[in-house]
């Protein structure tokens, strides 16, 4: 799912650098005598950059959630109930050796047996559902409605906007890009050739000496491509070829009208179709990393020596694929939702997003 691209434009006269990543900020609960609260006055340690999240303001003082404290000082050696958590989301790498004891399983199903054994619509569902099923890429919301052809629609004409905007944009930025990596591969070459080896170093350009002005031309445009900080010519023309692979990506495919991404069979118009997708609950793609990583943060199994501690125990997650290369259907999140409460969980995560719906009325 590539909804937010990290892109970085490089300018070809200019070869300037801009880039769009970055971090959400951190917040903390505000606490009485702010001003009397330890203040942090040395850099993260290793361990602190992998736990942070559970630390506590004032005893850490790292704006953490406080996590670590809790089980020291409320849960101690209580026992708890296991909760059912479902995540809606991406699909969930079940078999990860920090889940795969976390993963829900639904006793009342035989697995693999190709029966619906607990009459509850969805066959062999061991650890959840795929509504999806062997769809990956989708338009956005916005472009569906261009695509339905229908111009009574209330939000069409802000559909239309929309879209002219973005695929402006991104038409703007592929041939930027295009023309970028050009320039940067014809300079590359043009400096390899004259120290006569494709392996230079940084220093080998800045000592390069010549009247020659296309030479000259070319050995600028390295210079400044060192100085953008990405890392050698070949890793800068990596990172521009993976960004310009997401834009061609946003033109073929979120903004592509013509596009029939679905492959379950259904109409997603028709609320009344559920029984569709399969019980292959685990990513699409190896990129589609978002479930796992929200399941890894709920409850990644705690002090097995294992990447990272989950928020918490006695927790079961159920997997519920809903979330494509593109916008989700509503009807998908409306039956992931049922599927969940029908089901047994008590807390649903659900972390996407879209401002154009087509049945909001039924989620």
Known sequence: MNKKLNLFALGVITMSLFFSCGSAAILSTPIENIDNTPLKHTE??????????????????IPGMSVNKAYNEVIKNKKGQTVIVAVIDTGIDTKHEDLDDVIWVNKKEIPNNNKDDDNNGFVDDIHGWNFLGDT???????VRILASGNKSHPRYAEAQTEYNKEYQKYSG??????QIIQQIVASDKAVAKHLKKEKYTKEDVFAIKTNDQAL???????????????GSIKETIEAI???????????????????????????????SQTTYGNNNVNPHKENEFHGTHVAGVIAAERNNGKGMNGVANNVKIMALRVVPNGDEYDKDLALAIRYAVDN??????????????????KV
């Open 44 to 61: 993260l340690t290793d361990e602190e950059s992998k736990t942070w999240l559970h630390l506590d303001l004032v005893k850490d003082t």
């Open 136 to 142: 990956y890429d989708e338009q956005f919301e916005y």
């Open 173 to 178: 930025l592929k041939a930027q890009y295009d």
């Open 216 to 230: 000259l031309r070319d050995v600028s445009v390295i210079k400044q491509t060192y100085g953008f900080g990405v």
């Open 241 to 271: 070829n993976n960004d310009l692979s997401q834009i061609n990506e946003r033109l073929t495919v979120n903004l592509n009208k013509s596009l029939k991404g679905r492959k379950t069979g259904d109409n997603p118009n028709d609320f």
């Open 344 to 361: 047994g969980a008590k807390i649903i995560n659900g972390s996407f997003g879209k401002y154009y719906s087509l049945h909001s009325g």
